[in-house]
């Protein structure tokens, strides 16, 4: 292992920990297609996570897109004066999986999204009064 596949491991742990992800290889597999990555194996996500290896191009800007991170400070780090992760509240409240669903709502026409803000209100409500 050589030292910047270790200290990248160690960014992308920590951007999928403030993002609310998962370490689950298998699950970064299917996340990092949905955000434009190039198919890859689990066991390449083991060796991104481990410090075994490191992403190619592709799937490095996937992950940051996926995780709200500049693809350049996942890749070598902070630099002076500029945080790792964009700052932006909502970005980081909004688990990526929720992203998706968000980005698949807005596309949806009119009446379909009006459908689901009333089934989305009526879950809330049954859950306030639980």
């Known amino acids: 292992m050589n030292n910047e596949q270790v200290a990248f491991s160690e960014r992308l742990r920590a951007a999928l920990y403030q993002a609310g992800v998962g370490q ?9 297609a949905r955000f434009g990555g190039m198919p890859v194996s689990q066991q390449a996500v083991s060796g991104w996570l481990n410090g075994r290896a490191m992403p190619r191009q592709a799937n490095l800007k996937a992950l940051a ?3 709200s991170v500049d693809p350049q400070q996942l ?20 688990n990526p999986r929720d992203r998706l669903a968000i980005d698949a709502f807005l596309r949806l026409p009119a009446a379909q999204r009006k459908l689901l803000r009333t089934l989305i209100e009526e879950f809330s409500k049954a859950e306030g009064s639980s």
């Open 75 to 94: 890749q070598y780090g902070e630099r002076q004066g500029r945080p790792a992760v964009r700052d932006s509240a909502v970005t980081r409240r909004v």
């Open 65 to 67: 897109k996926m995780l």
């Open 24 to 32: 689950s290889p298998a699950e970064l597999v299917r996340l990092l």
